[in-house]
């Protein structure tokens, strides 16, 4: 088993349209939840992260981490064209150091249709 | 503000060519600095990190190694090339301490190899 897992997509919606982007992980240790964004041919950049449970919300996206289910998702209102990229979520366990490696979703697809 | 720069965009080259990749980072001291390889449907693999000058971990057995000669400048390199390392090579730094802890990664713009 993964330890983090996420679809694949691809997930095309109508501009407008609420998205749902989710992973489950398997690691009950993990604290800091984050997601990045993947324009096609460029390398992903951080849209937001979390720490331990709860939502966080920044203009049309919201964060949500339930640790009792292991489950991370974001949110993204009012979809755009320019919203069509990958979405990585990723995870990592709560003490510092470059040793205290970040653990990737594979990405979803997202594809949003003017 | 910090950048990441890293060079060159795409490159492709015969299987048992030698191979480097350079990163440098700018507006920041002591970064920890990685490199990953990202591959269709399998998301991002960690290569090698390094907490400073000179410091290497390898993550994965492969045909590459990595070098920091500088404490803002990591290179990927390998002797021969294999088809096999054809992907997506990302470069990324981070702090600890920024962003309350977190520990998060900024990537540069990436490198696509193609190995024929």
């Known amino acids: 088993q993964k330890e983090v897992e996420q679809d694949p997509g691809p997930l095309s919606v109508p501009e407008g349209a609420i998205v749902s982007l989710n992973c489950t992980y398997s690691?009950?240790?993990?604290?800091?939840f984050m997601w990045y964004r993947q324009y096609s041919r460029k390398g992903p950049e951080l849209l937001m992260y979390?720490?331990?449970?709860g939502n966080k919300e920044d203009g049309r996206f919201t964060a949500q981490v339930d640790k009792s289910s292991k489950y991370i998702s974001l949110f993204i209102r009012d979809s755009q064209p320019s919203d069509s990229a990958t979405y990585l979520c990723?995870?990592?366990?709560?003490?510092?150091?470059?040793?205290?490696?970040?653990?990737f979703g594979t990405g979803t697809l997202l594809a949003v249709q003017p | 503000s910090q950048t990441i720069h890293q060079w060159p965009a795409t490159l492709v080259q015969p299987v048992g060519s030698p191979l480097s990749l350079e990163c440098t980072v700018e507006g920041t001291s002591n970064p920890n600095l990685y490199w990953y390889r990202q591959a269709a449907g399998r998301g991002l693999q960690l290569l090698f990190y390094?907490?400073?000058?000179?410091?290497i971990s390898s993550e994965v057995p492969q045909n590459l190694s990595a070098s920091r000669p500088q404490d803002r400048q990591f290179i990927l390199s390998s002797k021969k090339l294999l088809l096999s390392d054809s992907g997506f090579y990302l470069c990324?730094?981070?702090?600890?301490?920024?962003?309350?802890?977190?520990?998060?990664?900024?990537f540069g713009a990436g490198s696509r190899l193609t190995v024929l």
């Open positions: 690691n009950s240790a993990f604290q800091y």
């Open positions: 390094s907490v400073g000058i000179g410091q």
């Open positions: 990324a730094w981070s702090v600890w301490g920024i962003r309350s802890g977190a520990n998060v990664l900024t």
């Open positions: 979390t720490y331990s449970s």
């Open positions: 990723a995870m990592r366990l709560d003490y510092g150091g470059a040793t205290n490696k970040l653990i």
